[in-house]
């Protein structure tokens, strides 16, 4: 089972990029999936999260309003729609998946049980 996240890279301020998240080995589609970040000497934090009811979403306080997260469950995909980045957006990010809790959204990422690789997004300024 793996999830592979991509779509990372170098973008100035004001930029957009979006990642993708893709999963192997079996199907995430009945699963909370979320994206996390950790910035560099920082703990992580969570992004984003999408649920399995009506694939209800949920948002940082920072993500609100800039960043979408969605899914596609016929591809076994999540992907993350990041505009407006600004330079404390820099960090790793991962995609994660939670196979505990079918109908309920966590933000917290000890309760994620799958974890892609990450991917690095670094906004200049």
């Known amino acids: 089972v793996q999830l592979q996240a991509s779509g990372g890279g170098l973008v100035q301020a004001g930029g957009s990029l979006r990642l993708s998240c893709a999963a192997s080995?079996?199907?995430?589609?009945?699963?909370?999936m979320g994206w996390f970040r950790q910035a560099p000497g920082k703990d992580r934090e969570f992004v984003a999260a999408?649920?399995?009811?009506?694939?209800?979403?949920y948002y940082s306080s920072s993500a609100k309003g800039r960043f979408t997260i969605s899914r596609d469950n016929t591809k076994n995909t999540v992907d993350l729609q990041m505009n407006s980045l600004k330079p404390e957006d820099t960090a790793v990010y991962y995609c994660?998946?939670?196979?505990?809790?079918?109908?309920?959204?966590?933000?917290?990422?000890?309760?994620?049980?799958?974890w892609g690789q990450g991917t690095l997004v670094t906004v200049s300024s």
């Open positions: 994660a998946a939670d196979t505990g809790r079918r109908f309920i959204v966590s933000f917290n990422p000890q309760q994620y049980d799958y």
């Open positions: 999408i649920g399995t009811i009506h694939s209800n979403t």
């Open positions: 080995g079996r199907t995430f589609s009945s699963d909370p």
